[in-house]
C-alpha cells in the first residue's frame, strides 16, 4: 500500500527558506506514470497546488509560486522534496506531500496524500 | 480567490441529498479537463472521492456521485449521514494558467 509520509521544521523564520521532504513506501518515485507533487492548505483557508515533479525530474509549478519553489527528486532514497525561498507570514499553512496521478490521456488527481506539516513563519 | 468557485457552505438533515457545484471556466472544466473531487474531515489529510468526473476508487460508498456538464461539475450525496460532515473540494486544470487548480472548498453540515 502506496504511503506518504512528510517531515521538516515547523518554524521558518521569514526570509529564509522552508524546506520539507516526502519519504515514498509501498511505491516508487520511479513510477513511469506517476507525478509527485505538494500542496498548500493556510489555517483555515482552502487548497494551493504548488507544484509536482516526475520520474524524470521533469517539473511543474504553480505560476505564482514559480520564482520561489524547488522541487527534486531523489530516487536512490525514494523520496521528494520542496524548497521554497524567501518566506513571508502568507506561507504560513499545512504542506502536505500527494501522489499525482492519472489515466492516460485524463486530469490527474491526487492520491493518496501525506499526513501534511504545520510550517509557521515567525520571528 | 480560486479558479474553480464551489458554494462556501450547503446542509442537509440526514438521509436527504445534498449537491455541490464547482463552476469553472473555458480554460479549465469547460477546455474539457476532468474534475476529481476531494473529502477532507476535520483534522485530517483530504481524501480522493471522485475522479475522472464520476468514478469512486474502491471504498468510497456509492452515495457519493460526480457529473460534469459544459464549464461545471457537481457531487452529490445522497443519503447524508453524520459522517459525510467534512470539507469537499473540486479540482481541475486550468490550461491558459497551466496549473492544475482546486475549488475554495464547500462545508456540508448535517443538521
Known amino acids: 500500500q502506496l504511503q506518504l509520509r512528510g517531515s521538516g521544521p515547523g518554524l521558518v523564520k521569514p526570509s529564509e527558506t522552508l524546506s520539507l521532504t516526502c519519504i515514498v513506501s509501498?511505491?516508487?518515485?520511479?513510477?513511469?506514470?506517476?507525478?509527485w507533487g505538494w500542496i498548500r492548505q493556510p489555517p483555515g483557508k482552502g487548497l494551493e497546488w504548488i507544484g509536482s515533479?516526475?520520474?524524470?525530474?521533469?517539473?511543474y509549478y504553480n505560476p505564482s509560486l514559480k520564482s520561489r519553489v524547488t522541487i527534486s527528486v531523489d530516487t536512490s532514497t525514494n523520496q521528494f522534496s520542496l524548497k521554497l525561498t524567501s518566506v513571508t507570514a502568507a506561507d504560513t499553512a499545512v504542506y502536505s506531500c500527494?501522489?499525482?496521478?492519472?489515466?492516460?490521456?485524463?486530469?490527474?488527481?491526487?492520491?493518496?496524500w501525506g499526513q501534511g506539516t504545520l510550517v509557521t513563519v515567525s520571528s | 480567490q480560486s479558479v474553480l468557485t464551489q458554494p462556501p457552505s450547503v446542509s442537509g438533515a440526514p438521509g436527504q441529498r445534498v449537491t455541490i457545484s464547482c463552476t469553472g471556466s473555458?480554460?479549465?472544466?469547460?477546455?474539457?479537463?476532468?474534475v476529481n473531487w476531494y473529502q477532507q474531515l476535520p483534522g485530517t489529510a483530504p481524501k480522493l472521492l471522485i475522479y475522472?468526473?464520476?468514478n469512486r476508487p474502491s471504498g468510497v460508498p456509492d452515495r457519493f456521485s460526480g457529473s460534469k456538464s459544459g464549464t461545471s461539475a457537481s457531487l452529490a450525496i445522497t443519503g447524508l449521514q453524520a459522517e459525510d460532515e467534512a470539507d469537499y473540494y473540486c479540482?481541475?486544470?486550468?490550461?491558459?494558467?497551466?496549473?492544475?487548480?482546486f475549488g475554495g472548498g464547500t462545508k456540508v453540515t448535517v443538521l
Open positions: 500527494a501522489r499525482h496521478t492519472n489515466i492516460p490521456g485524463r486530469t490527474r488527481w491526487f492520491d493518496p
Open positions: 509501498g511505491g516508487s518515485v520511479s513510477s513511469y506514470d506517476d507525478y
Open positions: 515533479i516526475s520520474h524524470d525530474g521533469t517539473t
Open positions: 473555458r480554460s479549465s472544466i469547460g477546455a474539457g479537463y476532468d
Open positions: 475522472y468526473n464520476n
Open positions: 479540482q481541475s486544470h486550468d490550461g491558459s494558467l497551466g496549473a492544475w487548480v
